[in-house]
């Protein structure tokens, strides 16, 4: 079972942000990115276990910022 949410949209309201989970063989939660219409889904985070949610758009809509589970060695 696959479920999205946390959409965000970007400054023109032209591009949504989104968490799916459950995609694919894995059950992790990664981040999209969508056309306001629904169209172009484009997957921008594939870490299978990691979870990515929460996602946001910068004020100018050049980046996303979101959450995430990963350990950061540095």
Same mark, same amino acid.
Do not use: H, K
């Given at each position: 079972?696959? *479920? +999205?949410?946390?959409?965000?949209? @970007?400054?023109?309201?032209? %591009?949504? *942000?989104?968490? #799916? &989970?459950? /995609?694919?063989?894995?059950?992790? &939660? !990664?981040?999209?990115?969508? @056309?306001?219409?629904?169209? +172009? /889904? !484009? #997957? %921008? ?5 990691? $979870? ?7 004020? =100018?809509?050049? $980046?996303? *910022?979101?959450?995430?589970?990963? =350990? !950061?060695?540095?």
């Amino acid at each position: 079972m696959t *479920a +999205a949410g946390m959409p965000d949209y @970007n400054a023109t309201g032209t %591009l949504i *942000a989104f968490s #799916r &989970c459950g /995609e694919g063989d894995f059950p992790n &939660c !990664d981040i999209w990115s969508m @056309n306001a219409d629904g169209s +172009a /889904e !484009d #997957r %921008l985070t594939s870490t299978p276990d990691v $979870q990515e949610t929460w996602p946001s758009w910068s004020p =100018d809509g050049t $980046q996303i *910022a979101f959450t995430s589970d990963a =350990d !950061d060695p540095s």
